[in-house]
């Protein structure tokens, strides 16, 4: 069979910097192809190669052919792209919040009144409105998907603002190659199998599709054949029959990675966070009358499927999000209204969307570094006899940002590279360098491995171990990998409906933790 697509030979320099080095792929119709690698190996450039990023062509462009259904073809930005019939489903997502879910799906091509459409043409005619949330609601329910037409994109919770992305590509009638950048990082296991299932189903129906992800469990269920990227380079091509997960693994990052794994302790019970009847209205992810004692220097998980309010716990209490009820931080009343107050009792969230609330994108990994501890705690200032003069001492914030890059491994040229530049993996690394010079008694941390590759991975689990152990820190980690939870937490708690609905040790058997998750107890079997 002609494959689809073929990648000849492409190679892609920022600056001095070689971030592709001839990779070559090929894609048959109908396929699932695996693109998997670490975190700046080179998979988001030749992703956004293929889709006709601007970025690529106001750096330089890039060398090699693309061949798309036989022909060679030149990709000059994503027009070109979407005309070829690709489409691309990206990590950071490509919605417009101010816009409804139906107006999201069918952008570009909406429904117009026939008449108008004959008589303007199509850029004039009238948008029928009703037509358009009658074809988004028929492709969300292909989908299994339940939301409303009308709703704003910005009040959805993030696995919801996934399956609309999904929606908007697959409304595409001449869909023929399909590019997903990690579909179900943001997402629970239960909406992963369910996105999974449909790539499948798209794959039979003939579209060619590329995954990226960084669950190899995942790309090994349903791939046919999987590219590897080291350093810009190919370092291996599998096949469905040789799939191996170790040797993937060792593909990726050239050594074989030890787990990380916490040893069970046993704590003063000291209580340092109290939540009474606590309640937090978080679009998708809302808790009512929470209930729940934290104890000084755990790590505790919270846990539960998507929309069922693990998220919300760090938001209410910060104050992101509005709250009801009563927080205690060592017996003190905190006003979870004022998130100063917060940060000035030691309080601080390592927030899950790190691009939209984490990160300062256009600055250098030093300003965003060394930026909440300067304006929190005044940190890394020059001593001056007035307040009011605040100048940066510079040799050691570039220190100390330097110590926190070796630390954690952040891939970067130097300290003063824009983390807009970044991956998705050492964006995250920035983030947990941020908290940890702020020195938090408490740090909640929404779902730190999302989206990142096996190795960096165990970097910041490592490193959340070592805030832990070594400043004393009390962590609160929301995850919706349980394994990464059993592997470092002392407790779980699980949430069901927006309340706990069971809180269980870190070793508790597997089978009572899945149970839980979905609202039944082992005893109702």
Same mark, same amino acid.
């Given at each position: 069979?002609?494959?689809?697509?073929?990648?000849?030979?492409?190679?892609?320099?920022?600056?001095?910097?070689?971030?592709?080095?001839?990779?070559?792929?090929?894609?048959?119709?109908?396929?699932?192809?695996?693109?998997?690698?670490?975190?700046?190996?080179?998979?988001?450039?030749?992703?956004?190669?293929?889709?006709?990023?601007?970025?690529?062509?106001?750096?330089?462009?890039?060398?090699?052919?693309?061949?798309?259904?036989?022909?060679?073809?030149?990709?000059?930005?994503?027009?070109?792209?979407i005309a070829l019939g690709i489409g691309m489903v990206h990590q950071e997502f490509a919605l417009i919040p101010n816009m409804n879910v139906a107006e999201n799906i069918t952008i570009g091509s909406e429904a117009t009144f026939r008449y108008r459409h004959q008589t303007d043409g199509y850029q004039l005619a009238l948008i029928n409105k009703k037509a358009n949330h009658a074809q988004a609601?028929?492709? =969300?329910?292909?989908?299994?998907?339940?939301?409303?037409?009308?709703?704003?994109?910005?009040?959805?919770?993030?696995?919801?603002?996934?399956?609309?992305?999904?929606?908007?590509?697959?409304?595409?009638?001449?869909?023929?190659?399909?590019?997903?950048?990690?579909?179900?990082?943001?997402?629970?296991?239960?909406?992963?199998?369910?996105?999974?299932?449909?790539?499948?189903?798209?794959?039979?129906?003939?579209?060619?599709?590329?995954?990226?992800?960084?669950?190899?469990?995942?790309?090994?269920?349903?791939?046919?054949?999987?590219?590897?990227?080291?350093?810009?380079?190919?370092?291996?091509?599998?096949?469905?029959?040789?799939?191996?997960?170790?040797?993937?693994?060792?593909?990726?990052?050239?050594?074989?990675?030890?787990?990380?794994?916490?040893?069970?302790?046993?704590?003063?019970?000291?209580?340092?966070?109290?939540?009474?009847?606590?309640?937090?209205?978080?679009?998708?992810?809302?808790?009512?009358?929470?209930?729940?004692?934290?104890?000084?220097?755990?790590?505790?998980?919270?846990?539960?499927?998507?929309?069922?309010?693990?998220?919300?716990?760090?938001?209410?209490?910060?104050?992101?999000?509005?709250?009801?009820?009563?927080?205690?931080?060592?017996?003190?009343?905190?006003?979870?209204?004022?998130?100063?107050?917060?940060?000035?009792?030691?309080?601080?969230?390592?927030?899950?969307?790190?691009?939209?609330?984490?990160?300062?994108?256009?600055?250098?990994?030093?300003?965003?570094?060394?930026?909440?501890?300067?304006?929190?705690?005044?940190?890394?200032?020059?001593?001056?006899?007035?307040?009011?003069?605040?100048?940066?001492?510079?040799?050691?914030?570039?220190?100390?940002?330097?110590?926190?890059?070796?630390?954690?491994?952040?891939?970067?040229?130097?300290?003063?590279?824009?983390?807009? =530049?970044?991956?998705?993996?050492?964006?995250?690394?920035?983030?947990?360098?941020?908290?940890?010079? +702020?020195?938090?008694?408490?740090?909640?941390?929404?779902?730190?491995?999302?989206?990142?590759?096996?190795?960096?991975?165990?970097?910041?689990?490592?490193?959340?171990?070592?805030?832990?152990?070594?400043?004393?820190?009390?962590?609160?980690?929301?995850?919706?990998?349980?394994?990464?939870?059993?592997?470092?937490? /002392?407790?779980?708690?699980? +949430?069901?409906?927006?309340?706990?609905?069971?809180?269980?040790?870190?070793?508790?058997?597997?089978?009572?933790?899945?149970?839980?998750?979905?609202?039944?107890?082992? /005893?109702?079997?």
């Open positions: 069979m002609e494959s689809i697509l073929k990648l000849q030979n492409i190679s892609k320099r920022f600056e001095q910097h070689e971030v592709l080095k001839s990779v070559s792929l090929e894609i048959r119709p109908g396929e699932i192809h695996g693109l998997i690698g670490e975190n700046g190996a080179g998979k988001s450039t030749l992703l956004n190669i293929l889709f006709g990023r601007s970025i690529v062509h106001q750096t330089g462009g890039f060398s090699g052919n693309i061949y798309f259904n036989g022909h060679k073809v030149r990709i000059r930005n994503s027009q070109d792209a609601k028929n492709i =969300l329910d292909r989908l299994g998907v339940t939301i409303n037409t009308n709703q704003y994109i910005e009040t959805l919770s993030v696995n919801l603002k996934q399956f609309v992305e999904l929606a908007r590509e697959i409304n595409k009638n001449d869909l023929k190659l399909l590019i997903l950048d990690e579909p179900t990082a943001a997402l629970g296991q239960e909406d992963a199998e369910r996105l999974l299932e449909i790539l499948q189903q798209l794959s039979n129906a003939g579209i060619a599709i590329i995954l990226v992800s960084h669950r190899l469990e995942e790309i090994m269920s349903v791939c046919d054949n999987i590219t590897v990227l080291r350093d810009g380079e190919v370092s291996g091509r599998f096949s469905k029959e040789s799939f191996d997960l170790k040797q993937i693994a060792a593909s990726m990052i050239g050594r074989s990675v030890e787990q990380v794994q916490s040893r069970a302790r046993k704590h003063s019970g000291r209580t340092i966070l109290q939540y009474r009847n606590f309640s937090v209205e978080m679009p998708g992810e809302s808790i009512e009358n929470i209930n729940l004692d934290i104890y000084e220097g755990e790590i505790i998980g919270i846990a539960g499927l998507a929309g069922h309010g693990k998220l919300a716990l760090g938001n209410g209490t910060l104050g992101i999000y509005p709250s009801s009820g009563q927080v205690l931080f060592n017996d003190t009343f905190i006003d979870c209204a004022d998130t100063t107050a917060a940060l000035n009792h030691g309080l601080y969230l390592l927030a899950e969307e790190r691009r939209e609330t984490g990160l300062l994108l256009d600055h250098s990994i030093m300003e965003n570094i060394i930026f909440s501890a300067v304006q929190q705690q005044n940190k890394f200032l020059k001593p001056f006899i007035f307040p009011s003069l605040r100048l940066i001492n510079k040799k050691t914030a570039v220190d100390y940002t330097r110590e926190s890059i070796k630390r954690l491994d952040i891939r970067c040229r130097n300290q003063q590279q824009k983390v807009r =530049l970044l991956s998705g993996g050492n964006q995250q690394k920035v983030c947990l360098a941020r908290a940890i010079v +702020m020195e938090p008694r408490i740090l909640f941390v929404a779902e730190p491995t999302r989206g990142i590759d096996i190795g960096a991975k165990e970097i910041i689990l490592q490193e959340l171990l070592n805030i832990n152990r070594k400043m004393g820190t009390t962590i609160i980690v929301a995850s919706s990998e349980l394994d990464e939870l059993k592997r470092i937490c /002392d407790r779980i708690v699980i +949430m069901y409906e927006g309340r706990i609905f069971a809180v269980l040790a870190a070793d508790c058997d597997p089978l009572e933790l899945a149970l839980a998750l979905s609202g039944k107890r082992s /005893d109702e079997l």
